[in-house]
């Protein structure tokens, strides 16, 4: 039968990131002794106090739709969190809560974007930032960086990448899927150029901004002049290993936040009901509940990154947050090591997969060809073998 799927979905890309995640389990299901650093996900269990805030509500009979955009209090709880963590003050007409942060960037790139507007992304880039802008119709520019500079573009590489068309540019900080935390004064002079460029909107993914090794991270709507066109995004899923609970949320300007709403009430209703009920325990919690999680985090990042920076060919950087190093291996382009030709960081990973048995992802997924991505969300012992795995292979 001839393909009739839309001309949208055809031209959408995969998820890399739950792809590896699916072939990795695939080949554990065959037997296979497969180690998955590929799927950011933390390896701890939803903290106790969230999971009774969560059996309470089902006690409850937390059963029926909730408003659209979240409850109440869930929202007044989002908009202390922002005050609390972020120096934001919002109001909850400007939240909306989503099921995950990924539907929130959906919901902004559908109530915001034409076909034909013209998207940035400071590359590297998580995978769904250019498969979302294509399933809007958008088009997407790559701002290119390297391991050199800490994967961080400059305000010179801004200014030449806007173009009339432009109506969107994505940050991310810390970025996954490098790791790479931009300080305030670094947004600050970002945002100098942007001044200039009154009709392009800010998306600051932010949902990694409690695994971060240093000061507290700063977020780009606390910007003076930034506010009123930035969305900041952020949700539960990292910070509280709460992945499959899938709650995020946004603080908008009311007038964006009212329209994702109204997209969201038709195409999901409001966010389960019960998760979003937990995520008020989750938030209203102080943040030193969830530190032991961001030390071990820390803890895995400095061995990994010791052990991957012995081994010849392994360019790093120091990731100040998130939970993934992001290695340029261009080194081994060229190479054909035990039969297999490098060309590409797609084959390296494919390489790693099936010759050490780990798996990771491809930076050709993050618009960073050079690179493949490890997640470090893995027992320290899982991460000393995977190291000492893939250092046998290459040798
Ligand atoms: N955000 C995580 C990752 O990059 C989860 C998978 C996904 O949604 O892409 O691995």
Redesign the pocket.
């Given at each position: 039968m001839n393909n009739q799927l839309s001309d949208r979905i055809n031209s959408l890309p995969i998820?890399e990131?739950?792809a590896m995640?699916a072939k990795a389990r695939e080949l554990k299901a065959q037997g296979k002794d497969i180690i998955s650093l590929?799927?950011?996900?933390p390896d701890f269990n939803t903290p106790d106090f969230i999971k009774e805030a969560a059996i309470q509500a089902i006690h409850d009979n937390y059963s029926t739709y909730s408003p659209v955009d979240g409850y109440l209090d869930l929202k007044e709880a989002i908009c202390r969190k922002f005050k609390r963590d972020n120096n934001l003050v919002y109001q909850p007409n400007q939240v909306v809560v989503s099921t995950g942060a990924?539907q929130s960037i959906a919901n902004i790139a559908m109530v915001l974007l034409n076909p034909g507007d013209e998207v940035l992304l400071p590359a590297p880039y998580?995978?769904?930032y250019s498969a979302i802008s294509i399933l809007v119709e958008a088009t997407y520019k790559e701002i290119p960086s390297t391991i050199e500079t800490d994967f961080k573009i400059t305000p010179e590489q801004l200014e030449a990448a806007i173009t009339p068309k432009t109506k969107m540019i994505f940050f991310n900080s810390p970025n996954?899927?490098s790791g790479t935390v931009y300080s305030e004064a670094e947004y600050r002079a970002l945002a100098k150029v942007l001044e200039k460029y009154p009709n392009i909107y800010v998306l600051s993914d932010e949902?990694y901004e409690h695994i971060n090794y240093g000061e507290p991270i700063f977020s780009f709507a606390a910007i003076e002049n930034m506010y009123d066109r930035t969305i900041t995004v952020n949700g539960v899923?990292k910070a509280f290993a709460m992945?499959g609970w899938r709650i995020g949320y946004i603080g908008a300007p009311d007038w964006i936040a009212k329209a994702c709403n109204k997209v969201q009430g038709q195409i999901t209703s409001g966010a389960n009901s019960i998760a979003q009920r937990a995520t008020i325990a989750a938030l209203n919690a102080p943040v030193s509940k969830i530190q032991y999680m961001v030390d071990e985090f820390k803890k895995r990042r400095d061995m990994v990154l010791e052990l991957l920076g012995a081994i010849d060919g392994f360019k790093l950087n120091i990731p100040g947050g998130a939970f993934y190093v992001f290695p340029d291996i261009s080194a081994f382009f060229g190479k054909e090591i035990k039969g297999h030709k490098i060309e590409t960081a797609d084959n390296f990973s494919m390489f790693l997969l099936e010759e050490a048995n780990i798996a990771t992802?491809t930076g050709d997924a993050f618009g960073a060809p050079n690179c493949i991505r490890i997640?470090y969300a893995a027992s320290e012992d899982q991460l000393r073998e995977a190291i000492k795995r893939i250092k046998d292979a290459l040798s």
């Open positions: 998820s990131t739950l995640a590929s799927l950011g996900e990924k998580w995978v769904s996954n899927p949902i899923a992945t992802v997640s």
